[in-house]
């Protein structure tokens, strides 16, 4: 019986996403300027406009009252993130069947959350939001942004999960490229080997003779 790879074979390849419903980044700020920390998480999509990011700054940082100063490091921030999604883009991932654990474990104001469960990988219509949802409604939590953080943690792990996923598929295609120049190169090793075999002295002497016997 053969042994199948963890992540599948190349009719499970599709391209670098997030295996969700909607392809978003998960975005994590967490800068401190002169004593003041902002910290934040959210969704941005990669789709959109870079111009837009620096709008996104101007307006976290008037609605919060933070220094001007926050603008440059948050813009930055979030474009150097978008920037290191968007260089996996076009990129082959392995799906498959695969289901894969998340492990929640966060404290949000008062909610301390810890949990674990699997999550189907190739379910392109999964909605980590509605989950969220659905999980602190059975929980009966009621803080509204504990929520957006169970979302956020579960996109940060299918994300890096993703990204591993590329690295598989890069690895595999190099071990198919290895494999196929080693068999190339032991079928001319063997060509040439059997020819001598076969003409032993031909290589030294033009009249297919022993030199011993001229």
């Known amino acids: 019986m053969k042994s199948h790879s963890a992540w599948g074979t190349s009719k499970n390849l599709v391209k670098f996403r997030i295996p ?11 800068i401190e300027i002169d004593g ?6 959210f969704t941005w999509n990669p789709s959109d406009p870079d111009s837009e990011v620096v709008v ?15 603008v ?10 978008l920037t290191e999604f968007r260089s996996y883009e076009g990129q082959d991932m392995y799906i498959g069947e ?9 404290r949000v104001n008062h909610t301390i959350i ?13 909605d980590p939001e509605e989950f969220a949802r659905s999980f602190c409604k059975d929980m009966g939590i009621e803080d509204p942004e504990v929520g957006p953080a169970i979302a956020i943690a579960i996109r940060e792990q299918l994300y890096e999960i993703a990204v591993q996923s590329v690295t598989s598929a890069k690895e595999s295609r190099l071990s198919k490229k290895g494999r196929r120049a080693g068999e190339i190169f032991s079928a001319r090793y063997f060509n040439i ?21 001229r």
Not at 56 to 70: C, E, H, I, M, N
């Open 20 to 30: 969700t419903s909607d392809n978003l980044v998960p975005i994590r700020l967490d």
């Open 36 to 41: 003041q920390r902002f910290r934040d998480a």
């Open 56 to 70: 996104f700054a101007k307006r976290t940082v008037k609605d919060l009252k933070l220094p001007p100063a926050f």
């Open 72 to 81: 440059t490091q948050i813009a930055q921030s979030i474009q150097t993130q």
């Open 98 to 106: 695969r289901v894969v654990p998340i492990k929640l474990d966060l």
């Open 114 to 126: 810890k949990d674990h469960f699997l999550w189907e990988l190739n379910n392109f219509e999964s």
């Open 193 to 213: 080997g059997f020819k001598l075999l076969c003409y032993p002295f031909h290589l030294g002497n033009k009249k297919n003779e022993h030199p011993w016997n």
